[in-house]
């Protein structure tokens, strides 16, 4: 039995992909199929940067999505370029059980989104103008997504998260959030051991 209908794949099949390897699996073979695995490029020592530059969705835009589709073609295509090893990653998993709680039972902050994009900007760190153009695009690919979105604030994942995004973009807005999860780390962290990567206080 397949796990997914031809009706859910045919859409995609009819948009004329350059490649198309269909490939049965389970959830557990999502990393190795995103290139993420942990025998892939991002996950190896090999010197490369990989920034991200994540944005949690309601739903997609089109218009959005033909905007970054064209930005990502161009910064990853042109002769020479140091992007040509990036990836755009679209996640979409079923949302039932995470929106069957209320939003304001938790201090997690974005049940209600649908959606996380993310490119993935690998490439070798040749000197800060490299950075700066991967740090350029990055967010104006984020920027395009997220005036599209109709959100009054950038909703980010905080596992990808490339660093200048704020503490309200990670943790969400609302200051009791803020307030609970600061009062988790003090309970299960009170040394602060974990505070390296987006630290919550």
Do not use: C
Not at 3 to 14: G, T
Not at 136 to 156: C, D, F, M, P, W
Not at 178 to 187: E, M, P, V
Not at 188 to 197: A, G, L, N, V
């Amino acid at each position: 039995m397949k796990a997914v209908s031809d009706s859910y794949i045919k859409p995609f099949a009819n948009l004329g992909p350059i490649v198309n390897v269909p490939t049965a699996g389970t959830y557990l073979d999502l990393g190795k199929w995103t290139g993420i695995s942990v025998n892939d490029g991002p996950r190896q020592i090999t010197g490369n940067a990989n920034p991200r530059f994540p944005i949690y969705l309601k739903r997609y835009s089109p218009k959005a999505q033909a905007k970054v589709y064209e930005l990502f073609k161009e910064a990853t295509t042109t002769p020479g370029t140091p992007f040509a090893g990036a990836l755009f990653m679209f996640e979409g998993y079923p949302m039932q059980a995470v929106q069957a709680l209320d939003e304001d039972t938790s201090a997690f902050a974005y049940r209600e989104d649908n959606l996380l994009v993310a490119p993935l900007l690998s490439y070798k760190p040749t000197g800060p103008a490299v950075a700066k153009a991967a740090n350029k695009l990055g967010n104006k690919i984020r920027q395009v997504l997220y005036e599209a979105s109709g959100e009054n604030s950038l909703h980010t994942y905080v596992n990808y998260a490339f660093g200048d995004e704020s503490k309200k973009a990670w943790y969400g807005s609302e200051q009791w959030r803020q307030r609970r999860l600061s009062a988790l780390k003090d309970d299960y962290d009170p040394k602060s051991k974990f505070s390296f990567y987006a630290p919550i206080a």
